[in-house]
């Protein structure tokens, strides 16, 4: 499954794992080695330490048992049937079936994958991976009012994705909810290392797992049949789709094509956000596709009821430098 992660999108190996079984053997044997980590941390890397010698040795045709044969071939089957649909669908092959792309599979997979990674950071000093949700600490944050905000009038679905958004935005700067003008959009500045690509980082792993947990407790629910008897999947009322965009890569993207200014203007296909996921992930990736099934709801589907947004997280002002007045208009 990781190498599912790991291992996709155009030019990726064909293999059926064996290189990543063989890497993690390596890497948990050797964390073993190691008196940093905790006993649970250890308990971890024995465990995959145990498993990838498995693996190996099932594959150069050594007696592993009953179980791990089993769980071996299961994961292998996992393996074949997922490398081909994680980020792009270009690494199929004719002897491939590809899964078909549904909203409905691929936001939730998105948002556990995505919110796994964003959930965590480098501390600057030991160089050791910390999880921003536990490992961090409060700041004071204040409104500057130098700014004059204009006044938005919000739809009725912006203010349901408003008032959804509002806890967690209240976890984190709750004093962003004193300005009487605050609807959702804010710039925050700051000095280096004072936190502000953390708290990209933080809103995003708890909108993703809000999300998580919330199509979690759809599939709780009693099964619905249609009239020929297939299962109809229930859907979420609200929807979040949040993307976190370093801003130093919308800088280079302005700056290789200077004069093209179409890019600033909102459009599903062709501004700077479509052009970017689609350099950075593939035009067939599934990212893609989220987004642009989010925007064109939100823009289309006006008799729907559910509410569905992208929530865009904007990193790195400061290293933007190249074009610094067009990455703000964007």
């Not at 996709?8 to 390596?26: I, Q, R, T, Y």
């Not at 792309?101 to 939730?108: A, D, R």
């Not at 700067?173 to 502000?196: E, H, M, N, Q």
């Amino acid at each position: 499954y990781c190498m599912c992660i790991y291992e996709s999108g155009p030019g990726s190996p064909e293999n059926d794992g064996l290189p990543f079984a063989v890497a993690l053997f390596s890497w948990s044997t050797r964390m073993l080695s190691y008196s940093e980590p905790s006993l649970y941390q250890k308990t971890r890397a024995l465990y995959w330490s145990i498993a990838g010698l498995q693996r190996i040795l099932w594959a150069i045709g050594h007696d592993v048992g009953p179980v791990a044969a089993k769980w071996i071939e299961e994961k292998r089957e996992l393996w074949e049937g997922q490398k081909g649909r994680r980020l792009s669908s270009s690494v199929a092959t004719d002897k491939q079936a590809v899964a078909a792309y549904s909203f409905e599979l691929e936001l939730p997979t998105y948002l556990s994958q995505a919110g796994a990674s964003e959930g965590w950071a480098t501390d600057i000093l030991t160089r050791e991976k910390v999880n921003v949700m536990e490992s961090s600490v409060p700041l004071t944050m204040k409104f500057d009012g130098r700014l004059d905000s204009r006044r938005h009038q919000l739809v009725d679905k912006a203010k349901t994705l408003f008032d959804n958004l509002t806890p967690i935005l209240k976890s984190f700067a709750p004093c962003l909810f004193d300005i009487d003008l605050f609807c959702g959009r804010t710039l925050i500045v700051g000095d280096a290392g004072s936190g502000k690509s953390v708290l990209t980082k933080q809103i995003f792993a708890a909108l993703a797992q809000n999300q998580v947990r919330a199509v979690q407790a759809l599939a709780d629910l009693p099964k619905v049949k249609d009239e020929e008897g297939r299962v109809v999947p229930p859907k979420l009322d609200v929807a979040f789709l949040p993307v976190r965009v370093p801003l130093v890569d919308w800088s280079r993207q302005l700056e290789k094509n200077p004069d093209n200014l179409d890019v600033l203007e909102a459009d599903v296909v062709s501004d700077l956000l479509s052009c970017w996921l689609a350099q950075k992930y593939g035009e067939d990736s599934n990212l893609m596709m989220l987004v642009q099934d989010i925007r064109n709801i939100s823009l289309a589907d006006e008799e729907s009821d559910a509410s569905m947004g992208l929530v865009l997280l904007l990193d790195g002002l400061d290293e933007a430098s190249s074009r610094p007045a067009l990455v703000h208009c964007a």
